[in-house]
């Protein structure tokens, strides 16, 4: 099956930095990468995902990368703001079967 | 919050208890999971339904048994369970197997 790495594990930015967390997938036939946001005492809640079709999507804030050749994909979060501070997760999967779930970033943005 | 609900949101239980988490997704989608989270370890994918049917079993122990009469809902039943059951259960729905997952809040469970 699929194995999905996540770095950091823990990242502390000033508020209006930039945040990146990265993710490695093993499949290569992986061609869905959505990314998750868990706030205390919440499920995860999806923030952004990309096709293996796209290199690159942007919303707002945030953006998210992929390097299909290199098998990793990166979430971007600009202008950091406290409110972005949460638990991260990216998942790796392909049509048909399971994602796969990175560890998880805990971010925490210092105002 | 999503337009997935669980219930309970805390449950403690002893080892010889029997107990039901109950899920319910009002978006129209025709798949729901079961996940566990324990800390410091990847979402573990528990179960999967695929209109009303169990596609996936992913070597979980026979003290979790799901159940799912229909679409919108989805249970996990709950027996002689260990210490180390001790987790957050998600519950996720997606319109198809292989679409988005949205879940919900999750019920945090402590095995006593």
């Known amino acids: 099956g699929e194995n999905v790495e996540q770095h950091p594990s823990t990242l502390s930015v000033q508020e209006g930095d930039s945040a990146v967390i990265k993710c490695t997938y093993s499949d290569s036939a992986s061609n869905y990468f959505p990314w998750y946001k868990q706030e205390l005492g919440k499920g995860p809640q999806l923030i952004i995902d990309?096709?293996?079709?796209?290199g690159e999507k942007k919303d707002q804030r945030i953006a998210v990368t992929l390097n299909k050749t290199a098998k990793h994909f990166s979430l971007h979060i600009t202008e950091t703001q406290p409110e972005d501070s949460a638990v991260y997760f990216c998942a790796a999967g392909r049509t048909g079967n399971q994602f796969y779930f990175g560890t998880g970033t805990s971010l925490t943005v210092i105002p | 919050e999503t337009g997935v609900t669980q219930t309970p949101r805390h449950l403690v239980m002893g080892m010889t208890n029997k107990k039901s988490l109950k899920c319910e997704q009002h978006?129209?989608?025709?798949?729901m999971y079961w996940y566990k989270q324990s800390a410091k370890k990847p979402l573990e994918l528990m179960f999967v339904y695929s209109l009303e049917e169990r596609v996936e079993n992913n070597s979980v122990p026979s003290r979790f048994s799901p159940e799912c009469p229909n679409s919108s809902h989805l249970f996990l039943h709950l027996h002689t369970l260990q210490p180390e059951d001790s987790a957050l259960y998600l519950c996720a729905s997606s319109q198809y197997e292989t679409d988005t997952q949205y879940f919900g809040p999750g019920t945090r469970l402590t095995v006593l």
């Open positions: 990309i096709r293996s079709n796209v």
């Open positions: 978006l129209g989608h025709n798949a």
